[in-house]
């Protein structure tokens, strides 16, 4: 698959942005959609996935759904990340990735076999 990632940008602290990648080329009829981010001097880290088919969810930390929420549109195979309450913390190139694990186990980059190019997401005043 091929997978496209846009909506980063620049936006102050306690702003949002809506974070949406694209999926082409995919064949499969069931698999699991993920963000993960990668924050400058820090490893790739697992943000949150969702299973296409049932929409099941899971986020890591459990407290980031508390300003994060992961979504799809199967009609028009996107994937989305609305982020609000945004923090510093926050700034890292967000990346979307396919993975044909459940959505339930994968959480770690080796699970995924297709990434997206990236997108930056900068929280600063």
């Known amino acids: 698959a091929q997978l496209a990632e846009s909506g980063g940008g620049l936006v102050q602290p306690g702003g949002s942005l809506r974070l949406a990648c694209t999926i082409s080329?995919?064949?499969?009829?069931?698999?699991?959609m993920a963000w993960f981010r990668e924050a400058p001097g820090r490893n790739r880290e697992f943000v949150a996935d969702?299973?296409?088919?049932?929409?099941?969810?899971?986020y890591w930390p459990d407290s980031i759904k508390d300003r994060f929420t992961i979504s799809r549109d199967n009609a028009n195979n996107r994937l989305y990340l609305q982020m609000n309450n945004l923090k510093p913390e926050d700034t890292a190139v967000y990346y979307c990735?396919?993975?044909?694990?459940?959505?339930?186990?994968?959480?770690?980059?080796?699970?995924?076999?297709?990434w997206g190019q990236g997108t930056q997401v900068t929280v600063s005043s």
């Open positions: 080329g995919s064949t499969a009829s069931r698999y699991t």
């Open positions: 990735a396919q993975s044909f694990f459940a959505a339930h186990v994968a959480h770690t980059q080796g699970h995924f076999d297709s």
């Open positions: 969702i299973d296409w088919i049932d929409g099941s969810t899971y």
